[in-house]
């Protein structure tokens, strides 16, 4: 069973940078690709980017392009989210999360329903 657990998250001024990490393990993990979803209060759940194992490609959402980047430490089995130029309407709790290993062309990896396993979350909190 694949486990994935977020960290790094906390309380940061408006403009300020913040990194988090999310650590996947398990007997046999393998994934296509890994995401950042983000749920603000009082908001659904939302993408915010991804990354593909295999080359390192990543898609990041409008409001996060030029902001905020993501990389991978595949011998770790790790995944980054480094934050910069934070707004306070970037305040939410972030998850991680991972498809499983098969490549569906049909797939977008931007929707919930495209990834099979969730950390429980790190909350990011942007002060103005």
């Known amino acids: 069973q694949v486990q994935l657990v977020e960290s790094g998250g906390g309380l940061v001024q408006a403009g300020g940078s913040l990194r988090l990490s999310c650590a996947a393990s398990?007997?046999?993990?393998?994934?296509?690709?890994m995401a950042w979803f983000r749920q603000g209060p009082g908001k659904e759940r939302e993408f915010v980017g991804r990354?593909?194992?295999?080359?390192?490609?990543?898609y990041y959402a409008d409001s996060v392009k030029a902001r905020f980047t993501i990389s991978s430490d595949r011998a770790k089995n790790t995944v980054y989210l480094q934050m910069n130029s934070l707004k306070p309407e970037d305040t939410a709790v972030y998850y991680c999360?991972?498809?499983?290993?098969?490549?569906?062309?049909?797939?977008?990896?931007?929707?919930?329903?495209?990834?099979?396993?969730w950390g429980q979350g790190t909350q990011v909190t942007v002060s103005s």
């Open positions: 398990g007997r046999t993990f393998s994934s296509y690709a």
């Open positions: 999360a991972a498809t499983d290993i098969y490549y569906r062309p049909s797939y977008s990896y931007t929707q919930r329903r495209e990834y099979a396993s």
């Open positions: 990354i593909t194992w295999s080359g390192g490609r990543t």
